[in-house]
């Protein structure tokens, strides 16, 4: 298993700023992803974050709007940029993938409020 | 991707046995079977995964038809701490997990 953990667990945003959101895995994961959560939905995939390569995006979300970094084997963060409030949702990094491993494990989430 | 379908919810009374259905008759052979259960306001959590043969973990069961076109995640006795929302998933291991909308399960005491 591993442990995740995500900074900040919330936080209160004006628009038109950015915000970065800090992923820490308790030891070192090949794949790392990227979750949206709008309030009573589903969590929509943003991106697949290895490390040493640029990350992969969903459809739908753009390298200007959510830049993300993935420096080493533990860590990654996601920039939510220039922000309105339709990106008020939690946002939640995912660990796990690769040959054999079949189980991802979640953090705790970001909630983001936009106003 | 493979696609499933589950209700959109389903109640069950405290401590006894539920059964959340799942179809993906468009299942590849080279997927696997996930159950996620997501509690409120908290990440998904892993539940169980399998191929073909029924698997069962300290969480619960899951019994896969023979064709493998749809399956059942069974919670034996199910708590009130059990009432989330559960998705089930196709894909390998180096798959993206790609969440539905899931089956929310109330758990009524």
């Known amino acids: 298993s591993a442990v995740i953990s995500q900074k900040p667990s919330r936080d209160i945003c004006q628009r038109g700023t950015s915000l970065t959101i800090q992923c820490q895995v308790d030891s070192q994961v090949t794949m790392m992803f990227w979750y949206r959560q709008q309030p009573g939905q589903s969590l929509t995939l943003i991106a697949t974050a290895n490390q040493g390569s640029e990350a992969t995006y969903e459809s739908g979300f753009v390298i200007d709007k959510f830049p993300i970094s993935r420096p080493n084997l533990t860590f990654s963060t996601l920039t939510v940029s220039n922000m309105s409030p339709e990106d008020s949702s939690i946002y939640l990094c995912?660990?796990?993938?690769?040959?054999?491993?079949?189980?991802?494990?979640f953090g705790p989430g970001t909630r983001l409020t936009v106003t | 991707d493979a696609k499933t379908t589950q209700p959109n919810s389903m109640e069950s009374n405290e401590e006894e046995p539920v059964h959340l259905p799942c179809n993906h008759s468009t299942i590849s052979g080279t997927d696997y079977i996930h159950w996620y259960r997501q509690l409120p306001s908290q990440g998904p959590e892993y539940v169980i995964h399998?191929?073909?043969s029924n698997v069962n973990n300290r969480m619960a069961s899951l019994a896969i038809a023979e064709d493998r076109k749809s399956s059942t995640l069974i919670l034996h006795r199910a708590t009130l701490r059990d009432a989330a929302v559960y998705y089930c998933?196709?894909?390998?291991?180096?798959?993206?997990?790609?969440f539905g909308p899931g089956t929310s399960l109330s758990v009524i005491p």
């Open positions: 998933i196709l894909g390998t291991s180096y798959d993206k997990v790609i």
């Open positions: 995912s660990v796990g993938g690769g040959e054999g491993y079949y189980e991802q494990y």
């Open positions: 399998g191929l073909t």
